[in-house]
């Protein structure tokens, strides 16, 4: 489980963000959508650590 930030944009859209894995970032049109994107989004940027046998940041 990573922490993540949500909040809005000026153009309204959600925006998600894991502190702890520095660039990754999301965003949805609804809470939902981001909330789900950056659940991906964690998920293949710890593969991609993993790929390139690089540690993976502890929370």
Known sequence: MRQVLLYT?????????CTSLPGCNSQG???????TNIKEAIELYIEVLQEKGQPIPII
């Open 9 to 17: 944009d000026e153009d309204g859209y959600w925006i998600a963000e």
């Open 29 to 35: 049109k609804t809470k939902q959508e981001a909330i």
